[in-house]
Nanobody, 114 residues
Framework: QVQLVESGGGLVEPGGSLRLSCVAS???????MGWYRQAPGNQREFVAE???????SYGDFVKGRFINSRDNAKKTVHMQMSGLNSGDTAVYFC?????????WGQGTQVTVSS
């Protein structure tokens, strides 16, 4: 298990950008690292994942706006988000997966509003 701490959320205007970070307490090199989000009244939904080999996948709604990356040496993953709109307002959670083991961070709030 690893502890995950997200940062980088905040208030941004429509069309703006944010960079989320997730720092792990231990090695992530063998883990798939993902981002999920949850808006009020909605279920948690998949945003992005980068597997241990560096292959990325994204939710359909991302449409090329987000880039997920990892730095195993720094035990960190980043998600660069651009072209944000009000529909992206949610708490964003970092996730680490190794087979059936799942760890979650506490989340960071992203609010897109003018």
């Amino acid at each position: 298990q690893v502890q995950l701490v997200e940062s980088g959320g905040g208030l941004v205007e429509p069309g703006g950008s944010l960079r989320l970070s997730c720092v792990a307490s231990g090695s992530i090199s063998d883990k798939a690292m993902g981002w999920y989000r949850q808006a009020p009244g909605n279920q948690r939904e998949f945003v992005a994942e980068i597997n241990s080999g560096g292959i990325t996948s994204y939710g359909d709604f991302v449409k090329g706006r987000f880039i997920n990356s990892r730095d195993n040496a720094k035990k960190t993953v980043h998600m660069q988000m651009s072209g944000l709109n009000s529909g992206d307002t949610a708490v964003y959670f970092c996730n680490a997966t190794f087979f059936f083991l799942n760890d979650w961070g506490q989340g960071t709030q992203v609010t897109v509003s003018s």
